[in-house]
């Protein structure tokens, strides 16, 4: 297993040397020391260490915390913040820059070898995290059916760009909206508002499937027959985390079965008068087909 590669940033050199003989004492190597916030910035594009630790109090004008958001800007990198100040303003400045941890001066060795463990396996977690939501955005973005998703309280999260086009809302508007407000079903027939699925999957915690006869009315009142099915989001522990429907623009689909039927309607009456023709024969001259 390579070991990982940390950045010290610290202005006073007995201080950086101590904390690079410890670093490579639990086994890290360290690629470089800066002792201010424009080196430090250049040695983290330079090196790519795996963690920066940054003092906050740095010579030339610009501090660690600053040196930290340039850092940040550029590269995804967990940074580890020791200072010997405390006071609440440093605290509230540093929190803006998202440190994984923060350490006091004087601190003591196992302090500094947990401190950086836990913010090594936190930035690779974060980092699966991120990358697993990506593949699953990617996927979800890249599927021809319109999705939808709503967390607990029915708010829209999500829409790709097929549930976009169908239902005529952005995701940038959709958000936060109520699903019902999104996704409008009526009855074909009868017009009234069809229960929305995702309120029964809500409720049932199980896979919904739609009826035939419902209709999305979209944003700009254009309608569209449509198939759906909702299901609920469960997480690990099988705690409701919210609902997804799939559905899909089944209008011409209906329109060649209403086409179907109406044709086999007519071949039905033409059956049935032929067999009125063959079984009472009008008389010489006349056509019960015509007209």
Same mark, same amino acid.
Not at 162 to 191: C, H, I, M
């Given at each position: 297993?390579?070991?990982?590669?940390?950045?010290?940033?610290?202005?006073?050199?007995?201080?950086?040397?101590?904390?690079?003989?410890?670093?490579?004492?639990?086994?890290? +190597? !360290?690629?470089?020391?800066?002792?201010?916030?424009? &080196?430090? !910035?250049?040695?983290?594009?330079?090196?790519? $260490?795996?963690?920066?630790?940054?003092?906050?109090?740095?010579?030339?004008?610009?501090?660690?915390?600053?040196?930290?958001?340039?850092?940040?800007?550029?590269?995804?990198?967990?940074?580890?913040?020791?200072?010997?100040?405390?006071?609440? &303003?440093?605290?509230? /400045?540093?929190?803006?820059?998202?440190?994984?941890?923060?350490?006091?001066?004087?601190?003591?060795?196992?302090?500094?070898? @947990?401190?950086?463990?836990?913010?090594?396996? /936190?930035?690779?977690?974060?980092?699966?995290? /991120?990358?697993?939501?990506?593949?699953?955005?990617?996927?979800?973005?890249?599927?021809?059916? $319109?999705?939808?998703?709503?967390?607990?309280?029915?708010? #829209?999260?999500?829409?790709?760009?097929? @549930?976009?086009?169908? +239902?005529?809302?952005?995701?940038?508007?959709?958000?936060?909206?109520?699903?019902?407000?999104?996704?409008?079903? %009526?009855?074909? /027939?009868?017009? =009234? *508002?069809?229960?929305? *699925?995702?309120? =029964? @999957?809500?409720?049932?915690?199980? %896979?919904?499937?739609?009826?035939?006869?419902?209709?999305? #009315?979209?944003?700009?009142?254009?309608?569209?027959?449509?198939?759906? +099915?909702?299901? *609920?989001?469960?997480?690990?522990?099988?705690?409701?985390?919210?609902? %997804? #429907?799939?559905?899909?623009? !089944?209008?011409?689909?209906?329109?060649?079965?209403?086409?179907?039927?109406?044709?086999?309607?007519?071949?039905?009456? +033409?059956?049935?008068?032929?067999?009125?023709?063959?079984?009472? $024969? $009008?008389?010489?001259?006349?056509?019960?087909?015509?007209?």
């Amino acid at each position: 297993m390579t070991p990982a590669r940390i950045l010290i940033v610290e202005d006073e050199s007995l201080v950086a040397a101590d904390l690079q003989e410890r670093l490579q004492h639990f086994g890290y +190597t !360290v690629p470089a020391i800066a002792d201010n916030a424009t &080196d430090a !910035v250049a040695r983290a594009l330079e090196c790519q $260490p795996d963690l920066v630790l940054m003092d906050i109090q740095l010579k030339g004008g610009t501090d660690g915390v600053a040196a930290a958001a340039r850092i940040r800007d550029q590269r995804d990198l967990p940074v580890l913040y020791l200072t010997a100040h405390s006071d609440p &303003d440093t605290l509230r /400045r540093a929190r803006v820059t998202e440190p994984f941890a923060y350490l006091v001066k004087p601190f003591e060795e196992h302090e500094l070898r @947990a401190s950086i463990e836990m913010a090594l396996y /936190r930035h690779q977690a974060e980092s699966r995290l /991120r990358q697993i939501a990506h593949w699953l955005t990617s996927l979800l973005y890249s599927i021809d059916d $319109p999705i939808l998703a709503a967390n607990t309280e029915g708010r #829209v999260l999500f829409l790709n760009p097929a @549930a976009e086009l169908l +239902t005529g809302w952005p995701l940038a508007d959709a958000l936060g909206k109520f699903y019902s407000e999104v996704l409008r079903l %009526v009855n074909e /027939r009868t017009r =009234e *508002p069809i229960e929305n *699925p995702l309120k =029964e @999957a809500y409720l049932e915690t199980v %896979v919904m499937h739609l009826a035939d006869d419902s209709v999305l #009315v979209a944003r700009n009142g254009s309608e569209a027959h449509i198939d759906y +099915t909702a299901s *609920p989001l469960l997480g690990e522990s099988g705690k409701m985390m919210g609902a %997804v #429907v799939a559905f899909r623009d !089944v209008t011409q689909r209906k329109l060649a079965e209403r086409g179907l039927m109406e044709l086999n309607q007519r071949l039905q009456s +033409t059956n049935e008068q032929f067999k009125t023709l063959f079984t009472h $024969p $009008p008389p010489f001259g006349e056509c019960p087909l015509d007209g």
